[in-house]
């Protein structure tokens, strides 16, 4: 079924101009009477992009909801995604407590760890000599030095 832009409007709560900007956008695609040539807007075209418009129970004539209908359906979508986050939380609390429990029953066991008393090291005015790695030809030359004298 086949309705014009005013119609379309007029069920979607939108003006024409607005219709015609989401055509515009590619939100919303217009097609062509075939009877009478005119541009309108396909009902399941519409139906689509404005969930609260429906067809009644034969899918001839469009229907658009009341806000009441509209507020309870999505109350009841709120709810039920409300409802699904709290029992996450609560599936997240109750393993949360059960770690708590499971680290103090751990701590609880284990004996404690003597505290010792830190190393001191004695201070010297001396700066530590110098650790330079030496390489073959150095080992190699002292001890040709030893061999000379």
Do not use: H, W
Not at 16 to 42: E, H, I
Not at 64 to 82: C, H
């Amino acid at each position: 079924m086949i309705v014009s832009v005013s119609q379309a409007a007029r069920l979607s709560g939108k003006s024409r101009q607005s219709l015609y900007d989401m055509r515009d956008s590619g939100k919303l695609s217009f097609t062509t009477d075939p009877d009478n040539g005119r541009v309108g807007l396909d009902m399941a075209e519409l139906c689509r992009v404005f969930p609260r418009i429906k067809l009644d129970s034969s899918g001839q004539q469009p229907v658009a909801l009341t806000g009441q209908d509209l507020t309870t359906t999505q109350d009841s979508l709120v709810v039920s995604a409300l409802q699904a986050q709290i029992d996450t939380l609560e599936r997240l609390i109750s393993e949360k407590d059960a770690r708590i429990s499971l680290l103090e029953d751990l701590r609880s066991r284990s004996p404690a760890v003597p505290s010792q008393p830190a190393t001191t090291f004695p201070v010297t005015s001396e700066p530590a000599p110098s650790r330079r790695r030496r390489g073959l030809f150095d080992r190699l030359a002292d001890g040709l030095t030893e061999a000379l004298k």
